[in-house]
């Protein structure tokens, strides 16, 4: 069965770093886009990065554009986003998605939290 499992959040000061990855199973991930969604307390989910199955074509939300960057490794069926220059309004359940088959697929999420 399909299975997407992230990894990587905790707490880091703003202005820091952290590196998300996404390790996924069940399907052939070489021919599949990823995106990386995430959800605040209190507000909707929304898209922040995707990249598509070669990983030559990517795009983001205007908030992280220049700070975050997607990439994936088809070699390890594992997807990453790299986070810098983190800020508090990112704080939030960073999740990874798959839609494989029309079926749509969720990590279970990982807690980012940036606070001094």
């Known amino acids: 069965q399909v299975q997407l499992v992230e990894s990587g959040g905790g707490l880091v000061q703003p202005g820091g770093s952290l590196r998300l990855s996404c390790a996924a199973s069940?399907?052939?991930?070489?021919?599949?886009?990823m995106t990386w969604y995430r959800q605040a307390p209190g507000k909707e989910r929304e898209l922040v990065a995707s990249i598509d199955s070669a990983g030559t074509s990517t795009g983001y939300r205007d908030s992280v554009k220049g700070r975050f960057t997607i990439s994936r490794d088809n070699a390890k069926n594992t997807v990453y986003l790299q986070m810098n220059s983190l800020k508090p309004e990112d704080t939030a359940v960073y999740y990874c998605y798959a839609k494989v088959l029309s079926a749509h697929y969720w990590g279970q999420g990982t807690q980012v939290t940036v606070s001094s």
């Open positions: 069940g399907f052939t991930f070489s021919n599949v886009a």
